[in-house]
């Protein structure tokens, strides 16, 4: 299917648009322009050869090849580490020279390539194909000097152009231009605002989805949303799923809770997110079913999240037949708080460290966890204790007979704060922080682009001569294969031992400190099958295969992989469907006369653009200016009576009751001066979000709403007492009922009605400056196994 796509696109190009010999141009210049623009269409990068002067400095001959010709020389001083290059020695080259007639002249042509030729959509990110124009330098020079960070100052120009296809380079070139100068220099209410921007995405695509939870007073509880491309997203890599609330955000100190897995290049990827007000059994109870019930109730193999007891009972609740997994990281960077308190905290930690992640087995683990409780007294530690209890949970031997390789590799790709980095402010309101989540998903899904570009039109070199690595290099992920190759390269320090039938001992020199360590390995391997296991689990962990196994097949005259052990998750030659959905570009509505400003600034940018290389043509259009301000200043007098100002985006003649915004909570840390202090707020201290809940009970105060199919508008649930009443707002979006908008629920006594508006409107959602990274966040990697 990709390929017919990009057969599509190339065929929009006329078929005699093709160079021939013989053809002539007014000089160099249009002759390389020619060449370029044909070298986009066609997806390859050119460049300029050779040139010859003649002994008058005048330029007689020169040749353009295509970007990949010619061999790389390896720059790297480690040989064992080499870098991806272009080149492929291809032979693609036109040659013209400079005729008598003063026009160049094709004089010798060739178009055979030997790789693949990306389609247009694609080849524009080359580097022949990438420039900064004036307007875009002298903004950049101007918002850096204001102090915008260059992710706020590349993501203004990419808005204003209406999104990455339009711009003519990238996040890099704008870095490059900016550290080259420095070098040179020495309305609405919140809640209601968040409503109306879903349902204005709702409108533009139904395939966008989100949940809204508001409690007996109206006020916003919880909220879920989804883009399209996450849903998409989720079919192609969510077997495993990464689930985490500590990245706290917006004065409401709602958590944000995402849901992340890991693409083919081993990045993050956002499967769907929500804020939401408390971090208990019915708040997680409803957040997982919205989410499953938005993933077509296909639940993941695995979950990873940290040791909240609250989430774990609402993921056995929600998820019965899933692996719940702790997160590793979370659990070891609380040793030093736990445990620093002991004499021989270092030499517990040593040893802690080494059941943890040198454990091969069960009984190898409980040999060394019994080992440490003995010799240093530590018994009473109840923080061990439950660890211990919990130890299928968490201790990497208890899981290995799960494949998590979909999220062992979060603590290698970027957390999530370096996901938020630059684009996501702490202080936001809740629209603007949506609005921010989305710019910094946009970010992602451009570097997952520019990461398949990388991957489609550079080649990682060989360090050996295995076919294996050969034919993980073809069909891999630079980033993938790139781990592979670290495999190979590290079988060097394995050694065989012995064998049993099936059975092989391996052997590896581990390099600790200033010496090393030897390590045996149990490798299981049949050859008929091509059925191959290692006591390290990498393969189950990290979704490649280990420099043991490597080792034993290559002993037994392997020469390719099992087709079993390439996964298509780590392929850049799947076509997938996630990368074909657009993200919601469109943040914020402008009126008819800023779209003509826009277009009149970007029409005026690309004049002076032109304008400005000579005195001559600036002077052409400043004169042009005068002329047209002055016929303008008189249009405008005549017509002043007859001009009417239109505000807004339309207007409903059925006034919509909407939700209130939820109670801001004030931030831990040194109370306001008292004398500062409004009279709005009470003097008592607002409660910990966190549940204390135990496992099994269920807070009654508040009723677990749960999305349903049967009712996708308004549930409403009362407790045992009979007097809150709780609803769960536009499950699937609002759009689909009663063909227009609905408002919210009217409530008298116990009941719950619905009105439907006579007319749909939506606000305009707009965009918001300022960003900063978090205040409070926390890193939600969790760390590897092996």
């Known amino acids: 299917m990709e390929k017919d796509i990009e057969v599509e696109e190339l065929e929009k190009f006329e078929e005699n648009d093709e160079p021939i010999i013989g053809m002539s141009f007014d000089s160099d210049v249009d002759l390389f322009i020619y060449f370029k623009e044909y070298g986009k269409r066609k997806g390859f990068p050119i460049l300029r050869r050779t040139s010859r002067k003649d002994s008058d400095g005048i330029l007689r001959n020169v040749t353009f090849a295509c970007g990949r010709s010619g061999e790389t020389r390896s720059k790297s001083v480690n040989i064992l580490k080499p870098q991806p290059n272009a080149k492929t020695g291809c032979n693609a080259r036109l040659g013209a020279g400079l005729g008598d007639d003063g026009k160049w002249t094709i004089r010798s042509l060739n178009l055979e390539h030997n790789h693949v030729l990306l389609t247009p959509t694609k080849s524009k990110y080359f580097r022949c194909n990438r420039s900064l124009n004036t307007y875009a330098k002298k903004r950049l020079d101007v918002n850096d000097r204001a102090g915008i960070r260059l992710c706020k100052n590349y993501q203004s120009l990419v808005i204003e152009a209406g999104g990455h296809e339009n711009v003519t380079f990238i996040e890099r070139d704008c870095r490059n231009h900016v550290q080259k100068e420095r070098r040179l220099r020495l309305g609405d209410g919140d809640a209601a605002a968040l409503q109306n921007y879903f349902m204005k995405m709702q409108v533009e695509d139904n395939r966008f989805y989100f949940s809204m939870q508001v409690d007996d007073e109206g006020r916003l509880k919880n909220v879920f949303w989804a883009e399209p491309r996450n849903r998409e997203a989720y079919k192609e890599f969510g077997d495993v799923v990464t689930f985490d609330t500590t990245y706290l955000t917006n004065k409401y100190d709602m958590p944000f809770a995402p849901f992340v897995g890991v693409n083919h290049h081993g990045h993050s990827i956002l499967f769907g997110c929500g804020l939401i007000s408390h971090e208990d059994i019915e708040t997680f109870t409803w957040l997982f079913r919205t989410w499953l019930s938005c993933m077509s109730n296909l639940a993941p193999n695995g979950i990873i999240t940290d040791q909240d007891r609250a989430m774990k009972v609402a993921i056995q609740n929600v998820f019965p037949n899933t692996r719940h997994r702790w997160c590793l990281w979370h659990i070891m960077k609380k040793v030093p708080e736990k445990l620093g308190g002991y004499k021989e905290y270092r030499n517990i930690s040593n040893v802690l460290h080494c059941a943890v992640y040198d454990s091969q087995s069960a009984t190898k683990f409980e040999e060394t966890w019994h080992h440490m409780i003995t010799e240093y007294d530590l018994g009473d530690n109840e923080w061990l ?95 993938k294969f790139q781990e592979f190759q670290q495999e190979m390269i590290r079988k060097m320090y394995c050694e065989y031992v012995n064998s049993m039938g099936c059975e092989n001992i391996v052997r590896e020199d581990v390099k600790v400190g200033e010496g090393k360590k030897r390590t045996f390995f149990e490798v299981y391997f049949e050859k008929e099958n091509g059925e191959i296991r290692c006591s390290c689990s990498r393969f189950q962990f990290r979704g490649i295969l280990c420099r043991h196994a490597i080792a034993i097949m290559i002993r037994n005259d392997v020469e390719v992989l099992p087709e079993k052990y390439i996964l298509r998750r780590w392929r850049k030659d799947v076509w997938r469907c996630h990368s074909r959905v657009k993200t919601s570009y469109e943040l914020h509505s402008c009126t008819d006369e800023q779209k003509r400003y826009e277009k009149m600034c970007a029409t005026f940018a690309e004049v002076a653009n032109m304008a400005a290389h000579t005195i001559e043509s600036s002077n052409l259009v400043f004169n042009w200016i005068e002329n047209v301000r002055g016929d303008l200043s008189k249009a405008i007098l005549c017509g002043d009576n007859e001009v009417t100002v239109v505000t807004g985006q339309g207007s409903c003649s059925v006034e919509v009751e909407t939700v209130r915004d939820p109670a801001a909570r004030r931030r831990k840390g040194r109370p306001p001066c008292q004398r500062k202090k409004s009279n709005k707020f009470s003097k008592s201290k607002i409660n910990s979000s966190r549940s204390n809940a135990k496992d099994g009970q269920v807070n009654e105060q508040v009723p677990t709403v749960v999305p349903t199919h049967e009712n996708n508008v308004v549930t409403a649930f009362q407790n045992p007492e009979g007097s809150y009443i709780d609803m769960n707002m536009y499950p699937h979006g609002v759009m689909d009922y009663y063909n227009g908008l609905m408002s919210l629920p009217h409530m008298v006594g116990d009941n719950v009605y619905l009105t439907p508006t006579q007319n749909s409107c939506t606000a305009a959602a707009a965009l918001s400056s300022g960003w900063d990274p978090g205040v409070r966040s926390c890193s939600v990697n969790v760390a590897s196994f092996g």
């Open 385 to 479: 204790r439950g660890l211990y209890d919990e130890r299928h949970h968490w201790v990497p031997c208890y899981l290995n007979n799960t494949f998590w390789a979909g999220m062992s590799s979060t603590q290698r790709s970027e957390s999530m704060n370096a996901f938020f980095d630059g684009y996501v402010n702490s202080k936001t309101t809740l629209k603007q922080f949506v609005e921010q989540y989305s710019c910094a998903l946009k970010n992602k899904v451009q570097k997952e682009v520019e990461e398949d570009v990388r991957c489609l039109s550079q080649q990682m070199p060989c360090v050996t001569d295995y076919a294996m690595e050969r034919q993980v290099r073809d069909v891999y992920t630079i980033s």
